[in-house]
């Protein structure tokens, strides 16, 4: 329509054209605002994008959720460092600030997400010590572990997101895990780091662990293991596009 | 010589549900040894052999798994105890790395993992 | 607790010591026993001793029940009610939330958005083992094969006697219950055959298994259209291979185990890879489910009619379903019974086809010439047990790519790229190659090879027994993954 008119009035059609490259930088300022709207630093539709996961085997869920979920995007790259029944307290088994520093360096990421401390209950052995957990001074001992590992992994081109831990079927790990949550959350704040809560999302209308939820068909499913706490198929998805939602990934 | 498994000899069909369930029974026959097939084994002996055996096996660990130990102690329930063991554990996991056996899991794992990464 | 733990060998280590010191006074060893049982159930979780015992109890009492009439109805009343609890409870437990899954799936499907009511229901670990044992306990008293037993600690100690209780071998109250009442013994043949036999389950387990399924049939089977056709046509192998070593790895340990506390159990796995026939296949993998299966599932449904028609083949069909249903709550279990049963009936109906061919040819020549001008063809034999091995192994192969895909998507997005032939070896390496290859040819040994060794080793003394078994296992814990996966079967 607007080439016909162009034909009738030359001062119409230039009128014409400025309207139109006026709506083409709209259409593009839209664009780019929309992006940035979606997330903070994150434009996974312009340039792809490394995603570390980073853990132990509640990670790993996250992460071949994560992987699911992005299978055909070729933009999200996927990679994870994840160990079963490691953590931060228990550093004679596995020491991740050993490392962490290696496998970033090698991979790059754009995105660290870190799931870590579900197997972080128990005992802090220091100095000839034992600190049993949940007391003052275990807190304040794994408050500084956590600040240690944060400073290993904080990096200058990278978002670094800490992702707490989710609520599980054993009361007493439920109560510890709010403990532990509250030390991540502030950590986080202290390394400018983006504390994820996933506690809600993954509770009954009641308020208390279920096993079951929503899943991303819309329909309710089981969502947690026998275990009462690591994900099935259905569970990592949902765990994956929340948490990929909650960093402006999705 | 022919290849028990593989000779494929059918004078008539036999199926599972038809064929008897495999028996360790008749090997049992030939598993005591020739002076105990003449009367009942000697149980409280044997028994005893084999627990002592057992505990070499423990001390073999004790001597080349010394980190193992260390980790296991620090699984147990923390109290006073377990303090001990632990303590106990670290000193020994030290006195093994200075005298050397400790040092052989780390030595087989790499031989092990140069073997597990060659690649065609 | 798991068997590869220091904590189940120091546990397993002072029961030996306490079971043969009390080896002439049969009650307390047999408390002792169950004590342990308990204790080593408890374990894993204490809610379920309750139901270990409640389910002990129901197939006490209906084995009681069964020896104190002659009514026929009556008893048929009293198998019929045993059975259905046994399985009821195992089905509420273990696949009512899947029936909700499919019931789901099903909406779906239909473009219906319907939330079912699923049960926060926590499976019991082992529970399709004891279940089994239950109800094999109670047909076989009724059948007349075993007198129902009048002690409770036997029947409750047949039920959970921990070498078997989380994983099998599905033991049958007949072999085990007169071992508990007689005075054990223990053979110097017996503790080396039980050493072998845990090293044996130790090294398939957390090598073996570990190493194929972590390098290569975790990462394939994640994502199959990611992989090359090389690494899938390894993967499917090798997953055999994987599911085998980890399956017998702890029918292997139960079975050293019970064999070092003076009970003899049966062998679960025969070198059931090297088998030239499907049939064959089923007399040697999972010896005691396959034989359960047929006692108490394909002859319930045969009846007393031995039939050789269409209803032999559905039963034959409906076996093989169930018996994939048992290993679980997932429609590709169903699909790969499903397979094994077509295969079984399919060979089944050649096979007697092909006999009664030979057959007739040999009669119409019967007049003049004798038989032995038609002698057996070595040659031939070969050739026929090398193809029918070739056969037997794929499809077992095969249809095992249903029995390790989450859902049906997976399965066929495998057989897709597979069958593209597109890419070399990326996850295969020359160390995976040959685990696979080799557990393969070791199918084809003599079986009997643990037991030779055991009888040459018997004049051993306890330091050099000692030093193979401690020597043994710190190999297999230096080459070993650190932390221990449970078995696959845990999940059953």
Same mark, same amino acid.
């Given at each position: 329509m607007l080439d016909s008119l162009r034909l009738l009035d030359p001062a119409a059609a230039l009128r014409h054209t400025a309207i139109r490259i006026g709506l083409a930088a709209l259409l593009a300022a839209f664009i780019t605002v929309g992006a940035q709207a979606q997330g903070t630093t994150l434009s996974a539709r312009n340039h792809p994008i490394t995603v570390a996961v980073v853990g132990d085997s509640v990670a790993n869920d996250l992460?071949?959720? /994560?992987?699911?979920?992005?299978?055909?995007?070729?933009?999200?790259?996927?990679?994870?460092?994840?160990?079963?029944?490691?953590?931060?307290?228990?550093?004679?088994?596995?020491?991740?600030?050993?490392?962490?520093?290696?496998?970033?360096?090698?991979?790059?990421?754009?995105?660290?997400?870190?799931?870590?401390?579900?197997?972080?209950?128990?005992?802090?052995?220091?100095?000839?010590?034992?600190?049993?957990?949940?007391?003052?001074?275990?807190?304040?001992?794994?408050?500084?572990?956590?600040?240690?590992?944060?400073?290993?992994?904080?990096?200058?081109?990278?978002?670094?997101?800490?992702?707490?831990?989710?609520?599980?079927?054993?009361?007493?790990?439920?109560?510890?895990?709010?403990? /532990?949550?509250r030390i991540y959350r502030r950590e986080a704040r202290r390394y400018g780091f983006r504390y994820v809560s996933i506690w809600d999302e993954f509770l009954s209308p009641s308020g208390g662990y279920t096993s079951f939820g929503e899943s991303l068909e819309g329909v309710k499913r089981r969502l947690r293991k026998n275990d009462g706490m690591h994900f099935t198929e259905a569970g990592r998805l949902s765990l994956a596009a929340y948490v990929a939602h909650a960093i402006g990934l999705q | 010589m022919v290849d028990e498994t593989l000779a494929y000899r059918e004078t008539k069909t036999r199926w599972f549900w038809s064929r008897p369930s495999r028996s360790l029974l008749p090997v049992r026959r030939r598993l005591a040894r020739p002076a105990e097939q003449k009367g009942a084994p000697d149980s409280a002996g044997n028994a005893r052999s084999a627990a002592a055996a057992m505990l070499i096996a423990f001390a073999l660990f004790l001597v080349f798994e010394s980190e193992g130990l260390r980790h296991f102690t620090r699984d147990l329930p923390g109290n006073a105890f377990t303090d001990i063991l632990v303590r106990n554990a670290d000193r020994w996991d030290a006195l093994m790395q200075r005298l050397g056996p400790a040092q052989v899991q780390p030595a087989i794992r790499d031989q092990f993992e140069r073997i597990r990464s060659i690649r065609w | 607790m798991l068997f590869p733990t220091p904590q189940f060998a120091i546990f397993f280590f002072a029961i030996f010591v306490a079971a043969w010191a009390l080896r002439t006074h049969t009650e307390p060893r047999k408390l002792l026993l169950l004590g342990a049982s308990y204790f080593f159930y408890g374990y894993w979780d204490w809610r379920f001793l309750a139901l270990l015992a409640g389910s002990s109890t129901l197939n006490y009492m209906a084995g009681l029940g069964l020896s104190g009439t002659r009514n026929e109805t009556l008893r048929r009343r009293i198998v019929i009610a045993a059975v259905a609890l046994n399985l009821g409870v195992l089905g509420i437990f273990k696949y009512y939330n899947f029936f909700m899954d499919s019931l789901t799936d099903l909406t779906l499907a239909l473009g219906l958005h319907r939330d079912m009511p699923f049960l926060e229901i926590i499976l019991p670990i082992g529970i399709s083992f004891f279940t089994f044992q239950g109800i094999s306990y109670v047909v076989d008293v009724d059948r007349g094969h075993i007198k129902a037993v009048r002690s409770p600690l036997d029947l409750f100690l047949y039920i959970s006697f921990f070498p078997q209780l989380v994983a099998g071998p599905i033991v049958r109250a007949s072999h085990f219950l007169p071992q508990l009442n007689k005075e054990p013994q223990l053979s110097r043949t017996a503790v080396v055959f039980g050493f072998l036999l845990i090293l044996n389950g130790m090294f398939k387990k957390v090598v073996l298994a570990h190493y194929l399924a972590v390098g290569l049939?975790?990462?394939?089977?994640?994502?199959?259209?990611?992989?090359?056709?090389?690494? +899938?046509?390894?993967?499917?192998?090798?997953?055999?291979?994987?599911?085998?070593?980890?399956?017998?790895?702890?029918?292997?340990?139960?079975?050293?185990?019970?064999? +070092?506390?003076?009970?003899?159990?049966?062998?679960?796995?025969?070198?059931?890879?090297?088998?030239?026939?499907?049939?064959? +296949?089923?007399?040697?993998?999972?010896i005691s489910l396959s034989t359960w299966l047929r006692d108490y599932l394909y002859r319930a449904l045969r009846g007393n009619k031995r039939d050789a028609g269409p209803r032999m083949y559905r039963n034959i069909f409906i076996t093989m379903l169930l018996g994939g249903l048992w290993h679980g709550a997932n429609w590709t279990f169903v699909i790969w019974g499903a397979i094994h049963g077509v295969g079984l009936g399919a060979e089944r109906f050649i096979k007697t086809r092909w006999h009664s061919l030979r057959q007739s040819r040999r009669l119409s020549t019967a007049g003049a010439v004798a038989a032995s001008e038609y002698p057996e063809q070595p040659a031939a034999n070969r050739v026929a047990a090398i193809v029918g091995w070739l056969i037997t192994f794929h499809l077992f192969t095969l249809a095992a790519i249903f029995f390790r895909s989450p859902e049906l998507d997976t399965a066929l997005e495998f057989f897709a790229t597979m069958f593209s032939f597109q890419g070399g070896a990326d996850l295969l390496t020359p160390f995976l190659f040959l685990l696979t290859a080799g557990a393969v040819a070791v199918q084809f040994l003599p079986g009997r090879g643990i037991e030779r060794f055991a009888e040459k080793a018997a004049d051993w003394p306890a330091l050099a027994l000692g030093l193979m078994l401690g020597g043994g296992l710190l190999l297999i814990e230096m080459v070993g993954p650190t932390g221990v996966a449970p078995f696959i079967y845990f999940q059953f």
């Open positions: 992460g071949n959720g /994560m992987e699911d979920l992005f299978v055909r995007h070729r933009n999200v790259r996927v990679v994870k460092k994840t160990r079963f029944a490691t953590g931060l307290v228990r550093t004679d088994y596995f020491n991740w600030n050993a490392s962490i520093r290696e496998f970033l360096n090698h991979h790059d990421p754009d995105v660290i997400l870190v799931l870590i401390g579900g197997n972080d209950r128990q005992a802090i052995r220091t100095k000839g010590r034992r600190l049993d957990p949940l007391t003052r001074p275990w807190v304040a001992e794994y408050q500084r572990r956590v600040g240690h590992f944060m400073r290993n992994i904080r990096r200058e081109r990278a978002k670094v997101f800490w992702i707490g831990l989710p609520a599980v079927r054993s009361d007493s790990l439920t109560h510890a895990y709010r403990v /532990m949550n | - | 049939v975790d990462p394939v089977f994640a994502d199959p259209t990611q992989a090359t056709s090389v690494d +899938l046509i390894g993967a499917h192998y090798a997953y055999a291979v994987q599911v085998y070593c980890d399956f017998s790895a702890y029918s292997d340990i139960a079975i050293g185990a019970a064999a +070092l506390l003076g009970f003899r159990f049966r062998k679960n796995f025969d070198r059931p890879l090297g088998a030239t026939s499907l049939a064959q +296949l089923w007399q040697r993998w999972h």
